[in-house]
C-alpha cells in the first residue's frame, strides 16, 4: 500500500477498495464508499484479457494464414473464454472458469483462471497470451503504462517432452485424438520418420484391395503421394492442366486449407515441376486416371468437389462414431483405418500419419541417390524442400554439395 501511494501516478495504481492489500473487507469495506461520493474521481480499470486478445486477434489474422488462423486461434479463444466442447450436445457449454473478464492488473486471478483452462499444449496458449499483452502494450492500449505483464508464468513455461509423451493420444476438448491430429502442417514437417519401401508397398497394396469401396476410392490418391513426396494438401487441388503428359511433369503451385476450404499458395509460396519418365508407375497411375475421370479435379470427391484431408484420415486411420440406438441409449461405433489395422496385425511396424507419406518418398529416394549430388539437389527441388536438409535430417550427413542438375534420378519405385 506504501509503494502504491509513494508512486508518481499513485492515484492509478492505488486500490481504494483495498481488496489489493487484503483488506477489503470487515469495517475496511466502508472506506471505499467513503472514497465514492459524489464528485470524487474514480480510477479506470485495467484493460481486461477478453479486450487485450480481441485486438490481438485483429492484427494477427492479417499476419498469418487464414487456414493457420482458424485453426490455432479458435480454439486458444474458446480456452480464453471458457468454452468446453460438449459431446452430447455436439456443441460448446460455458465452463466455470472465464479468463476473458479478469483484469491485467490482476496477476493473482490470472494465474489462478489460467490453471484452470483446459486446453492441449498450455504453455504454447500462454506464449500467445505473452505476445498478446507486449502488442497491446507497444500499442498503447493499457490503461496504465506501468501494468506488469502477467503472462510470464514459469510454471506454465515448456517442459522437456519424451518420445512417449510426444507420440501420446491427448485430450482436446473433451475428446481423445491422436498425436497427428493437433499438430499442424509446419509440426509435421519436421516429424521426419518414414515407412520403409516394404510398409509403403503394404499400406498402397491396403487400399487397393480393400474389401470396401470408400476404401478403394482414396488408393489412387495414397498412391500418389508415396510416388511423388507432395505435402497432402497440395495434390487435392490439384487438376488435370497441371500435369503435363508431352513433357512428363507435374506443377504444384496451390494447397487446400484443411479448415477454410479454399485454395491458396503451396507452403513455399513458389511453384515447382516435379517431373517422371515415361515407363514409371506414377505416369502410368495418371493415365488410367485421365482416362475414367470426368472432372477438372485429378482427386476428386464423389461430387466431383474437393477431397477433404479429414476424411482421408478417417480412412487411413480409423474413426469413432456415437450413434443413438432404438431404445435411446448412445453407442460408440468404431470404424477402422486402413493403417491402423496393418499395424495391429503386426504387418507394418507402427502407425505414422499420411503427411509422411511425403517423408518416405524423399528418404527411400534420396537413399537410392546418395552418392548423387545432382539428383540430391533435383530431389530437394522437386519436393519443395533444401539439399542441406536431405543431408542433415534425411540422410543423417554434415557434408554440403555443390549446385546443379541431373537428368536422370533413382526412383524408390524404380528399385
Known sequence: ?????????????????????????????????????????????????GEMWEAYLEWKKTVVEETTFKEAFTTLSNALYGKVWNRKTNDYSQSDSNLSIVHLDNK????????????????YFVAELNRAFDFCKSKGMLVNPTTENPFVL????????????????????????????????EELELDRRAFTKEERDIIIKAFYESTKSSDRVYAPLIEFYFLTGCRTSEALPLTWRDVDFE??????????????????????????????????RLKELLLSLKIESSSNLVFP?????????????NHWLGYKQNRTSVDGTEVEYIYPGIVRQLVEEGKISGYLSPYHTRHTYITLTAEAN??????????????????????????GLAESVSKGYTTRIKRADDQ
Request: proline share 4%; with cysteine.
Open 108 to 123: 493473482t486471478k490470472i494465474a489462478i483462471a489460467i490453471g484452470d483452462v483446459k486446453i492441449y499444449r498450455k504453455p
Open 370 to 395: 546418395k552418392h548423387d549430388n545432382n539428383a540430391l539437389l533435383y530431389i530437394a527441388t522437386a519436393c519443395g524442400n533444401s539439399v542441406d536438409v536431405i543431408l542433415r535430417h534425411y540422410l
Open 247 to 280: 513433357r512428363n511433369l507435374i506443377r504444384f503451385s496451390k494447397s487446400l486449407g484443411s479448415s477454410t476450404r479454399k485454395v491458396k499458395d503451396t507452403k513455399t509460396g513458389e511453384a515447382r515441376f516435379f517431373y517422371f519418365s515415361d515407363n514409371s
Open 1 to 49: 500500500m506504501e509503494a502504491d501511494l509513494d508512486h508518481p501516478e499513485w492515484e492509478k495504481l492505488f486500490d481504494i477498495t483495498l481488496a489489493k492489500y487484503g483488506l477489503g473487507g470487515g469495517k475496511y469495506a466502508k472506506l471505499a464508499d467513503v472514497l465514492q461520493l459524489p464528485g470524487a474521481k474514480q480510477p479506470e480499470p485495467e484493460t481486461t484479457v
Open 301 to 313: 470427391n464423389k461430387k466431383t468437389k474437393f477431397m477433404s484431408s479429414s476424411v482421408i484420415r
Open 154 to 185: 514459469d510454471k506454465f513455461s515448456t517442459p522437456a517432452v519424451t518420445t512417449q509423451q510426444k507420440y501420446a493420444s491427448k485430450i482436446v476438448n473433451g475428446e481423445e485424438k491422436e498425436w497427428h491430429e493437433v499438430l499442424d502442417e
